[in-house]
């Protein structure tokens, strides 16, 4: 910081002010991620989280102290990390939301259109990023390991490979268009290369995260949201099957990597 | 009802660092809502930390600190145990006090 506030004097004193390519340094976020890593406000969101996870709510009066989301009923250590999954209760492949939208319908009796039709961060949708917020958290520092061995689970991965690749909107774009070469970015935000393992383990193992520059936590629904409004194509539908399949496509090539949940975002 | 601050203090060779998130929205007074009424200002405006009865640290916050403000810093002496108590008032007269056991 003093260094570049030096550089910057001098630049100007010098009225030779040459346009200076912008190193790979400089668009190096990682340091001050780290420096906000201890303060992560995501923290907060986790608390709110975990209160809720406990707290008997709905039309049954349920906590959600039962919902299964693949380790068994109430076990939140280390699920997140295993998921998307086949779930037989409901014969689907499920992200956490949608998971959670099932505990909710089923525990405690609160429908899932109401999230659906929600909006992000406020009512019931609001409160599923919480209860993201906290079951992440459970499996921080964990590797990526999604179980891809149910056909219905070769099934979505290849549909995600295909929405990958696929392109479309004003812009006729495809996710791959910005993540699928090395050294790309968008303005100053590096974007990882989604079609190598580490890339997308490192892409899937950051989110969901708390965004510095909005003070607001985004889940993975909440960003693959954005990544078809910035494609400026069709807005998927909450927990759809394509935000579903794009995230075991993510998750199966990222696996084995390490999750850093909840992250921490520019 | 304000959200509860995350407080940690840890001490080490006769010193404490203490690490407090606190959850508020720190509304600065210059923005305007979508239908262009400005939204009034709401932030922390004091703060301090009692190291059992004892004030370590009081600050004076503006509209500048960031939304979910997070706040670090040391003090000499604090041992395992004892107690850390921080509180904020705002703006509005809303408060929050919580504390920690030095660990």
Redesign the interface.
């Known amino acids: 910081m003093r260094q570049k506030t030096i550089a910057a004097v001098l630049g100007a004193a010098s009225v030779l002010a040459t346009a200076t390519a912008v190193t790979a340094q400089d668009l190096n976020f990682d340091e001050y991620r780290q420096m906000l890593a201890?303060?992560n406000?995501a923290?907060?969101f986790e608390?709110?989280g975990e209160e809720l996870w406990r707290t008997a709510r709905g039309p049954k009066n349920a906590t959600l102290e039962q919902c299964d989301l693949g380790l068994g009923p109430g076990v939140v250590e280390g699920a997140a990390a295993q998921m998307p999954r086949y779930f037989a209760d409901t014969g689907k492949v499920q992200d956490l939301e949608s998971r959670l939208m099932t505990c909710m319908e089923t525990l405690q009796g609160i429908p899932s259109a109401e999230v659906i039709n929600g909006k992000f961060r406020q009512g019931e949708r609001g409160k599923i990023a919480s209860l993201v917020a906290y079951v992440v958290t459970h499996s921080n520092g964990k590797p990526i390991a999604v179980d891809l061995s149910h056909p219905k689970m070769k099934e979505m991965y290849a549909m995600g490979e295909k929405a990958f690749f696929y392109r479309a909107g004003a812009m006729d774009f495809s996710c791959a268009s910005c993540h699928g070469e090395d050294g790309k970015r968008i303005r100053a935000t590096s974007l990882p290369n989604i079609t190598t393992a580490k890339c997308a383990a490192e892409g899937w193992g950051s989110w969901p995260a708390y965004r510095?520059s909005n003070?607001q936590f985004w889940t993975m629904q909440h960003r693959l949201w954005d990544c078809f409004r910035q494609q400026r194509t069709a807005e998927p539908i909450f927990a759809s099957d394509v935000t579903i399949a794009l995230s075991v496509f993510m998750a199966g090539k990222g696996n084995g990597g390490q999750a850093v949940w909840p992250g921490v975002k520019r | 009802m304000a959200?509860?601050m995350?407080i940690r203090a840890a001490s080490k060779d006769g010193v404490t660092e203490v690490?407090v998130?606190m959850?508020h929205p720190m509304e600065t007074g210059q923005r305007k809502d979508s239908s262009g009424n400005p939204i009034p200002a709401h932030h922390i405006t004091e703060l301090s930390a009692k190291h059992n009865d004892k004030v370590v640290l009081s600050a004076q916050f503006g509209p500048s600190v960031?939304?979910?403000p997070?706040l670090?810093f040391k003090f000499k002496g604090g041992a395992s145990g004892d107690k850390l108590v921080v509180s904020w008032v705002d703006n509005k007269g809303e408060s929050r006090t919580d504390e920690v056991q030095v660990s």
């Open positions: 201890d303060g406000p923290e907060l608390m709110e510095v003070s | 959200s509860p995350r690490r998130l959850s960031s939304t979910n997070y670090a």
